[in-house]
T-cell receptor
Framework: GDSVTQMEGPVTLSEEAFLTINCTYT??????LFWYVQYPGEGLQLLLK?????DKGSNKGFEATYRKETTSFHLEKGSVQVSDSAVYFC??????????FGAGTTVTVRA | SAVISQKPSRDICQRGTSLTIQCQVD?????MFWYRQQPGQSLTLIAT?????????ESGFVIDKFPISRPNLTFSTLTVSNMSPEDSSIYLC????????????FGSGTRLTVV
């Protein structure tokens, strides 16, 4: 079945550092891919998405490119801020409207 | 995208009791789902809330423990029955608008603690 493998943390960075969170997936069809963010004490928010191969999703300085050849959707940000401290989830939807989530990566950015 | 109001936002309950969580969407949606997030874990799908019929449960989840209602296209409830401390989790509802399977929206979650 569908699955998402996500780099586990925790990840601790200094402000203005480069962030990469790896995400790979297994799916039988052509899934849509998502990154969600969960700030401390809050619910889940969509960060970005991509619906087909080579699409790049971007939001708030974060980017991820849908790579079908490597079945990956790595999240990157060039210069993180303290406010980016959160848990990040990679997820996919494979045509049945259900989301499969990765394990989540806790990111802490220090001033 | 749709906006979801979920309540209560948190609750502390005694074991053996039940809690009903409500999820209200501000527009008609095709699909509604309920997820559980156990402490420090990822999200696990509990069930799909079907409008006007019984919910479709994922493996490991049963109707007697997690009865779900969806009387119309904008509202759903999840009940956590006969609670035990192992049910302490965040419960989230999610909705997908018609014809747009990429526009998932989540409620803010219900943080449940069972004592």
């Amino acid at each position: 079945g569908d699955s998402v493998t996500q780099m586990e943390g925790p990840v601790t960075l200094s402000e203005e550092a480069f962030l990469t969170i790896n995400c790979t997936y297994t799916a039988t069809g052509y899934p849509s891919l998502f990154w969600y963010v969960q700030y401390p004490g809050e619910g889940l928010q969509l960060l970005l998405k991509a619906t087909k191969a080579d699409d790049k999703g971007s939001n708030k300085g974060f980017e991820a490119t849908y790579r079908k050849e490597t079945t990956s959707f790595h999240l990157e940000k060039g210069s993180v801020q303290v406010s980016d401290s959160a848990v990040y989830f990679c997820a996919l939807s494979d045509g049945d409207y259900k989301l499969s989530f990765g394990a989540g990566t806790t990111v802490t950015v220090r001033a | 995208s749709a906006v979801i109001s979920q309540k209560p936002s948190r609750d502390i309950c005694q074991r053996g009791t039940s809690l009903t969580i409500q999820c209200q969407v501000d527009s008609q949606v095709t699909m509604m789902f309920w997820y559980r997030q156990q402490p420090g874990q990822s999200l696990t799908l509990i069930a799909t809330a079907n409008q006007g019929s019984e919910a479709t449960y994922e493996s490991g989840f049963v109707i007697d423990k997690f009865p779900i209602s969806r009387p119309n296209l904008t509202f759903s409830t999840l009940t956590v029955s006969n609670m035990s401390p192992e049910d302490s989790s965040i419960y989230l509802c999610s909705a997908v608008p018609a014809l747009s399977r990429e526009d998932y929206t989540f409620g803010s979650g219900t943080r449940l603690t069972v004592v």
